[in-house]
């Protein structure tokens, strides 16, 4: 009964930001701050699922101006749960499959983010390019999952190069974001589902990496997010 119950909440709080973001993209479509403003609705469904999430690290990127932040992704939950630390002037870059999702592609394409066709790598560098090209003249963010897909209770999984490619093109530095374990954690049949924990780390410079040294670059992150997760895993309250 809890569980349709919630459903259900979670359905219709779904087609009010949807309705929401629709209305504000269409004023002001693919403008840089829509990310932003819709990961704070989408963040706000948490406690219809009986899940509680703390950010921490807002501090250390207030007066950062463009970035490109890298969060490792571990389920389908993640839509609601991570775009509390979506910074304004940042939009996310997803694979362009995403766009035929009924209603959430749709939104996620108007409200400014990017597509990417991850198959065809010509297109795909293309895009890269243009990515860098809008961070330089807009002072825009990115954020970008370089696990690529969900790790689905695996651990972090071995990061993809495409992030680095752009952090070193755009010369804007590398926000890594750790968020504690929670696969299989939510289960709606249950009001408490315990808590998770998303930290906005400091941001690590890009001066010193030369374009042959991305693998350096990409083996540093991915161990400060790694270690971090293994910290805030041992301090979040599971249910």
Known sequence: MLKLLRLFLLALAMVMVFVLGTLMCLLRPRHPNNVHLLGRLFNKACPLVGLKVTFR??????????????ANHQSNWDIIALPG????????????????????GQLFWLSGNLL???ENKAKAASTIGKVVDKIRQRNMSIWMFPEGTRSKGKGLLPFKTGAFHIALQ????IVPIACSSYFGQVDLNRWDNGELIVEIMPPIS???????????LLKHSRQLIAERIAELDSEARRP
Do not use: C
């Not at 690290?57 to 890298?70: C, F, N, P, Q, T």
């Open 116 to 118: 990417i066709n991850r």
């Open 85 to 104: 630390a979506v910074m304004p002037r940042t939009v996310a870059i997803g694979k362009n499959s995403l766009f035929w999702i009924p209603l959430f």
């Open 206 to 216: 890009i001066e010193g990496y030369a374009p042959n040294q991305i693998r350096d």
């Open 57 to 70: 690290g807002y501090e250390h990127v207030k007066d950062l101006h463009s970035a490109v932040y890298i």
């Open 170 to 173: 755009a010369g804007v530095p």
